[in-house]
C-alpha cells in the first residue's frame, strides 16, 4: 500500500494502482452492447402489452445516446424463464423492432418480440407450435392471422391486443 494509500484510510483494493490493469486491459463492453464507437446506452422507456386492461408483458426499450440505436427485451409476466438472448441483442440496420400477435392464440404467449424488415419475411411459432412464415411489407406484418406494430412509434405507451 502507498503512502497516500494508507494516509487516506482506503482499503488497498480500491486504488487504481493496486488494481495493476492499464486502460487498454480494462474490461470491455460485449459486442452486444457494441452500436457506434461510443457507446452511451441508457434505459428509453417501456412499451406495455395488455388484455382487457390488464398488462400481460412488456418490451423494455434501451437507447443510445450517440448514435440513437434501440435496443429491446421482452418481458412476459409469469414466465421465468431466461430469453434465448442475454443482454441487448443486435439488430440490423435495415431492421427494426416490432411485435408480432398471434389472432389464434388466446394466452399470455400470444405476442412476440421480433426484428422486421421492410419487406422480408419471419418464423413465427403459431398455435399448436406449427411454426410459419409471415410475410412483411413497410416493417408490418401482413397476415389476415397476426398484426404487428413497431416499438419506436409507442414507447411510454400501452397496447390493447
Given amino acids: 500500500m502507498s503512502e497516500s494509500d494508507a494516509a487516506?484510510?482506503?482499503?488497498?483494493?480500491?486504488?487504481?494502482?493496486?488494481?495493476?490493469?492499464?486502460?487498454?486491459?480494462?474490461?470491455?463492453?460485449?459486442?452486444?452492447?457494441?452500436?457506434?464507437?461510443?457507446?452511451?446506452?441508457t434505459y428509453f422507456g417501456v412499451v406495455n402489452i395488455n388484455i382487457d386492461e390488464r398488462t400481460i408483458g412488456s418490451v423494455d426499450v434501451w437507447r443510445c445516446g450517440s448514435c440513437r440505436k434501440q435496443f429491446c427485451?421482452?418481458?412476459?409476466?409469469?414466465i421465468d424463464s431466461i430469453s434465448d438472448i442475454v443482454g441487448m441483442p443486435r439488430i440490423d440496420d435495415d431492421e427494426k423492432w416490432a411485435v408480432t400477435i398471434c389472432k389464434l392464440q388466446k394466452t399470455q404467449y400470444r405476442w412476440k418480440l421480433i426484428k422486421v424488415k421492410d419487406n422480408g419475411s419471419i418464423q413465427h411459432e403459431c398455435f399448436e407450435e406449427k411454426v410459419v412464415l409471415l410475410k412483411s411489407k413497410n416493417f408490418?406484418?401482413?397476415?389476415?392471422?397476426?398484426?404487428?406494430?413497431?416499438?419506436?412509434?409507442?414507447?411510454?405507451?400501452?397496447?390493447?391486443?
Fill in 140 to 161: 408490418k406484418v401482413e397476415d389476415e392471422q397476426h398484426w404487428s406494430f413497431l416499438i419506436e412509434e409507442n414507447v411510454n405507451k400501452a397496447i390493447e391486443i
Fill in 8 to 41: 487516506s484510510g482506503k482499503p488497498q483494493s480500491y486504488t487504481r494502482k493496486t488494481l495493476g490493469k492499464s486502460n487498454e486491459e480494462q474490461p470491455k463492453a460485449p459486442e452486444v452492447y457494441k452500436c457506434c464507437s461510443n457507446p452511451q446506452i
Fill in 73 to 78: 427485451e421482452e418481458k412476459i409476466l409469469g
